[in-house]
């Protein structure tokens, strides 16, 4: 059953597309940005919904394969014990190629993560933390991972649920991706590109199907949400669910968020110099939202 019908979506994108053309966005009610995605608010008679807009993929074929395997992956979550959030991913034709959007039923914003443990002591964060790190620990396998970071959790009462669906860490016997993820680096310039694809992007990817990788980068994350002064506390919690040996440290969780958040803030860098390229050079519309600077250090 669809969450919102066809003409919903389509009309969203319309929107969507105008102000990629125009760079103006009052008319859309933005929730977040992803590094390569943008989540908008969507009202109809049904509901609130969340449309998460992926990147534009470059063929027909490609994005129903997408959208089949974010089924799967959702499906594989699901056996695993994790309460994925209801999604549908309808597929969209636009002017910048095929585009597949994630859409949700909008949840409380003070249920989400982040909202969640702001203000709580770490031992006040503990249980919650204890919950999502075991749910992590209990899916990460090397076919099969979630984006553990805290930001794609919510919870509603007793019940621990999870968001981001949009990108499905899935991977063969062989140690494939199934996804196509050089379709999502399209959106940074040429030169970079190349050099992502080639030494950054396996290494990215490979963190998901690591426990060690998840609690890192679970812990380290936790600086960018403004809960840095809780994580040191956490790193026996995930020392222990995660059964870490050598277990992490302090240090190690902040070197490699600083290498994570270096690594994503040069990447959003390069994109910026690209659109000022695009729109002052080329005198061309730039076919993408990006987000605004994000402050990653804390």
Avoid at 69 to 75: G, N, Q, R
Avoid at 118 to 138: L, N, T
């Amino acid at each position: 059953m669809e969450l919102v019908s066809r003409t919903e979506i389509e009309a969203l994108e319309r929107k969507l597309d105008e102000a990629v053309r125009t760079e103006h966005t009052e008319e859309l009610e933005v929730i977040g940005y992803g590094e390569i995605t943008i989540a908008v608010k969507l009202s109809t008679p049904g509901g609130d919904f969340v449309c998460k807009r992926l990147a534009p993929i470059s063929s027909r074929a490609v994005a129903d394969r997408w959208a089949s395997l974010i089924a799967s992956y959702i499906e594989q979550l699901s056996a695993c014990g994790i309460d994925v959030v209801e999604t549908d991913v309808p597929v969209l034709e636009s002017s910048t190629g095929h585009v597949l959007y994630c859409v949700q039923p909008l949840l409380a914003s003070e249920a989400l993560g982040p909202n969640f443990l702001s203000g709580k002591s770490a031992e006040e964060a503990v249980p919650y933390v204890r919950r999502i790190f075991e749910q992590i620990r209990d899916s990460v396998t090397p076919s099969l991972a979630p984006d553990g970071q805290l930001s794609n959790w919510a919870i509603e009462g007793e019940r621990l649920r999870y968001l981001d669906v949009g990108t499905p860490f899935l991977r063969d016997e062989d140690g494939n991706d199934l996804c196509e993820f050089k379709e999502v680096t399209q959106a940074l310039p040429a030169p970079v590109r190349l050099v992502v694809n080639r030494f950054v992007l396996r290494g990215i990817l490979n963190n998901y199907h690591s426990p060690r990788g998840q609690a890192m980068d679970f812990l380290g994350n936790l600086i960018k949400e403004g809960l840095g002064e809780i994580f040191p506390s956490l790193i026996p919690l995930a020392n222990e669910v995660f059964d870490l040996s050598p277990g992490i440290s302090e240090k190690d969780v902040r070197a490699h968020y600083k290498s994570d958040a270096q690594t994503y803030a040069l990447l959003q860098g390069a994109r910026r110099a690209d659109r000022w390229f695009c729109r002052k050079v080329l005198r061309k519309p730039y076919p993408y939202l990006l987000p605004p600077r994000i402050e990653r250090f804390g």
